[in-house]
């Protein structure tokens, strides 16, 4: 159940607000970044995510999508369905054509699919770290720090497109070596949504086994 919140981990701690000063040129970007994302209604991504590790020569790569409205998401991965409600949910394994439900307390949860649009707002150092050009397009390159030095992630790169202020990729550095890199290779705002986007509905999985842990 915890194996979608390791591939797409972003951050596990929630430390107080930050009080040190701030680059005012990556607030300015961040800023304009996070309030496109929360004027859309709902939007939908889909992803590449890069897992690496030098010293252990690793490298191995998923892709997978997701569609997020508010606290309510609906993630697909490597043969695992998570939705959630705000109140409900649901992780659903494929292979084992099983679900388990929880309750939904976003305080508690490692990550929040929508986090990198807000990371920076709570418990975060961030700076301007230059330009570059990606997928043909210039980005700013934003670095957050986290103020919690027992966080396990020591850096958040993202990379924000210059003129739409999408966020195009980002890259999250681990202290264990390993580097997570996330890339967006088609992204719908305002995707349709109802109700029964972020619900599970059992009977359309056949044989589905419920394992309620709540």
């Known amino acids: 159940m915890k194996k979608y919140l390791a591939l ?9 607000v930050a009080t040190a000063q701030q680059d005012p040129k990556a607030e300015k970007i961040l800023d304009q970044m996070s309030a496109k994302y929360k004027a859309m209604k709902a939007f939908k991504a889909t992803f590449t995510q890069t897992l690496e590790n030098d010293a ?4 191995e790569n998923l892709s997978g999508d997701i569609t997020v409205s508010g606290q309510k998401f609906r993630l697909k991965m490597s043969g695992q369905e998570v939705i959630n409600n705000g109140q409900t949910m649901w992780t659903y394994m494929k ?24 990371l920076y707002k709570k418990g975060y150092k961030y700076n301007y770290a230059g330009e570059a ?28 497109g210059r003129n739409d202020k999408a966020v195009k990729s ?30 599970f509905d059992k009977t359309k999985y056949k044989g589905v086994k419920v394992i309620d842990l709540r």
């Open 8 to 16: 797409l981990a972003l951050s596990v701690s929630f430390s107080s």
């Open 56 to 59: 252990a020569k690793v490298k």
């Open 95 to 118: 292979s084992e054509n099983e679900v388990n439900v929880s309750d939904y307390e976003a305080d508690e949860q490692e990550v929040s699919p929508s986090q990198i649009y807000t």
């Open 133 to 160: 050009k990606e997928g043909g397009e210039m980005v700013d390159i934003i670095d957050l720090s986290p103020e919690d030095r027992n966080n396990p992630v020591y850096k958040v790169r993202l990379k924000v």
């Open 170 to 199: 980002w890259q999250m550095y681990k202290k264990n070596g390993n580097r997570y890199t996330y890339r967006i290779s088609k992204f719908l705002p305002n995707a349709p949504v109802d109700a029964t986007t972020f619900n």
